[in-house]
């Protein structure tokens, strides 16, 4: 592949060297490549990174800007990154986003940063839930966009049906979508063109105080925190002494560059430049996403407007293995925070695990990954709590309390009414599979909102469904009933009123709550039952009888009990007169009663792992 492209490639590259100062805004153009998931955006990263000879051929890999181990080994992006090229006398800011619908987020800050996207969709499988949710965002942004049908080299492929669907849902002219092969690089040049055509060039003044607004972060430990920034206004020069609006702190900009792909410092950079900043920043709170930096000794007037902060969906406990890493887990917490911004966290204590935090996340493929990231960068081994959504309690006082931890759930007696908070949901499918996914939905307490055919083969079914049925496995669910070919798209609807208990685990007659949650009444048995079933089978025996209980307030619902080990103490007697056999027996009996009285059922750290799993 790369030995095919190099004479394209000599031909369209005009390099600008790093570090001089491009005041020619109409030679700039911003952009993100958006699309839903699996839809070959990284895959056309590296075709755009090898026309315009950003990368030595020799050096070239798949998926090259996909850098974390995580992102290789499951083939997806989970962090956007950014690029600086050379082609046709232009310089192109490239940014790769993440396609899944957990790392929206991700595409919304760098659509910030942009003033045009290259919409990507395969020409196998055409519009999906993502497409549709990442071009309305474009849009919401005013950016251009050059919609592309990739994959074109596929059997399957059929451009002409898919750009009559696009036209048709999106607006978007069939005429001027282009079409393209990521995986040969057949129209990736043509692409190229259309961006410098259509994609309008940046604005802004060199004049002006600096305006330079940070669009994402990271940390490295030995020059402290690196972030990726797009200047607006002004000029950022290396040496300066910079204010950083939000944070109210000051710092001097010891490197100041562009990506090509790798970090290539220059003296400065101008309005409508991304690029990144090294400022020797080590307290990783000063330097969030959204924030503006300035000049000190030039102040801008007001702060660019940022991005507001996401809301976190799926809440659950994490616990060091090892109570002693505790201040390790709130470091490392404190370092992610810093490269994702969008999941949140505070200290917590549970009496069955220790101390810990409650962290907040977008969706559970992101509380997987945040979790992994963790133990694999930070050296961690962790316990994660089931997960659970954020609860409004409306108390008989009158007053509301917001929850996100079943165990801090008023009793009963002082709850009026559970609000759960529901999604809209979004799922395009073949039609053929539309009955079974409707079964999956209404079984899951969803609520019909509109059926519409996209195309005689294509089918948008919108559903009102309780957050909490979403985030177990309902994507799985969907997958594997669809054969993959569904997609799903979900945002925020509300709160309604639901007939919700706390289903509380007891051991020893003793309330764990690492394993209570709050489910609806009608499926509460069943959760009672299958937990006390699980833990039943990981618990291992004591020296007296252990019940495992579920129990709804004072009620129980389910009970298994993990047998004793029994001593056979008569087996030193060989007939003989009965009682004394009888006073032996009971002489055990008492010991085991006390026994019971004073000990604890001790639970290995695995124990939590096994019965806590998300797949079971």
């Keep these: 592949m790369a030995r095919s492209l190099l004479p394209l490639r000599r031909a369209l590259v005009c390099p600008s060297p790093p570090g001089t100062l491009v005041t020619n805004l109409s030679r700039f153009r911003n952009l993100s490549i958006i699309a839903h998931i699996d839809h070959g955006k990284s895959t056309l990263a590296d075709r755009i990174l090898e026309i315009c000879g950003a990368v030595d051929a020799r050096e070239m890999r798949a998926q090259y800007l996909d850098s974390m181990d995580l992102e290789r080994e499951r083939g997806i992006t989970i962090k956007l990154q950014s690029v600086r090229l050379d082609y046709r006398d232009h310089v192109i800011h490239l940014i790769d986003t993440p396609g899944h619908v957990d790392f929206g987020?991700?595409?919304?800050?760098?659509?910030?940063?942009?003033?045009?996207?290259?919409?990507?969709?395969?020409?196998?499988?055409?519009?999906?839930?993502?497409t549709l949710a990442n071009c309305y965002l474009a849009l919401e942004n005013d950016l251009e966009i050059v919609a592309c049908l990739n994959k074109i080299d596929l059997p399957a492929a059929d451009p002409d049906m898919y750009a009559a669907e696009i036209e048709q849902v999106l607006g978007i002219p069939a005429n001027e979508i282009l079409r393209i092969s990521a995986k040969t690089g057949e129209g990736v040049s043509e692409l190229l063109d259309a961006v410098i055509e259509r994609i309008p060039a940046p604005t802004g003044e060199i004049d002006e105080p600096l305006q330079a607004l940070i669009f994402d972060s990271h940390f490295d430990q030995y020059r402290g925190v690196v972030s990726s920034i797009r200047v607006m206004n002004g000029e950022l020069r290396t040496g300066a002494k910079l204010k950083f609006m939000q944070a109210g702190v000051t710092h001097e900009a010891l490197e100041v560059g562009g990506r090509r792909p790798e970090n290539t410092p220059a003296k400065s950079l101008g309005p409508g430049e991304v690029g990144y900043l090294i400022a020797g920043i080590k307290d990783v709170g000063e330097a969030r996403s959204g924030e503006t930096i300035t000049e000190a000794a030039r102040p801008a007037a007001a702060p660019l407007e940022g991005y507001m902060e996401p809301k976190p969906m799926v809440f659950c406990g994490l616990y060091p293995v090892d109570g002693d890493a505790f201040e390790d887990l709130r470091e490392a917490l404190e370092k992610l925070r810093l490269n994702d911004s969008s999941f949140s966290y505070e200290p917590e204590v549970s009496g069955a695990l220790g101390f810990g935090f409650r962290v907040g996340y977008l969706g559970l493929l992101h509380m997987e990954i945040?979790?992994?990231?963790?133990?694999?960068?930070?050296?961690?081994?962790?316990?994660?709590?089931?997960?659970?959504?954020?609860?409004?309690?409306?108390?008989?006082?009158?007053?509301?309390?917001?929850?996100?931890?079943?165990?801090?759930?008023?009793?009963?007696?002082e709850v009026k009414a559970i609000l759960e908070p529901y999604f809209a949901c979004s799922i395009i499918t073949p039609s053929s599979y539309v009955g079974t996914l409707m079964e999956l939905c209404q079984g899951r307490r969803g609520v019909m909102v509109k059926l519409d055919y996209l195309s005689p083969e294509r089918v948008e079914l919108k559903y009102r469904i309780p957050l909490a049925e979403v985030v177990i496995d309902f994507f799985d669910q969907m997958k594997s009933r669809t054969q993959g070919y569904a997609s799903l798209d979900y945002e925020p609807d509300g709160y309604d009123a639901a007939a919700l208990v706390r289903v509380d685990i007891l051991l020893n007659e003793?309330?764990?709550?690492?394993?209570?949650?709050?489910?609806?009444?009608?499926?509460?048995?069943?959760?009672?039952?299958?937990?006390?079933?699980?833990?039943?089978?990981?618990?291992?025996?004591?020296?007296?009888?252990?019940?495992?209980?579920?129990?709804?307030?004072?009620?129980?619902?389910?009970?298994?009990?993990?047998?004793?080990?029994?001593?056979?103490?008569?087996?030193?007697?060989?007939?003989?007169?009965?009682?004394?056999?009888?006073?032996?027996l009971s002489k055990q009996k008492e010991g085991k009663k006390r026994m019971k009285n004073i000990g604890r059922v001790e639970l290995p750290s695995d124990a939590f792992i096994t019965a806590l799993r998300l797949d079971d």
């Design 105 to 130: 987020y991700e595409v919304s800050r760098s659509l910030a940063a942009c003033e045009g996207v290259i919409l990507v969709v395969d020409a196998s499988q055409g519009i999906e839930a993502q």
């Design 370 to 413: 945040v979790r992994e990231r963790l133990e694999r960068e930070h050296g961690l081994n962790l316990i994660a709590t089931a997960p659970s959504v954020e609860y409004q309690i409306l108390r008989t006082d009158g007053t509301t309390v917001v929850v996100d931890n079943p165990a801090e759930l008023p009793p009963p007696t």
């Design 510 to 584: 003793e309330a764990v709550d690492a394993f209570c949650s709050i489910v609806h009444k009608d499926k509460a048995y069943d959760y009672g039952r299958k937990m006390t079933e699980k833990l039943k089978e990981i618990i291992p025996r004591q020296q007296f009888d252990v019940p495992i209980q579920a129990a709804i307030g004072g009620r129980i619902i389910s009970r298994q009990t993990v047998k004793a080990y029994r001593k056979d103490v008569t087996a030193k007697l060989y007939g003989g007169d009965i009682t004394r056999k009888k006073k032996l």
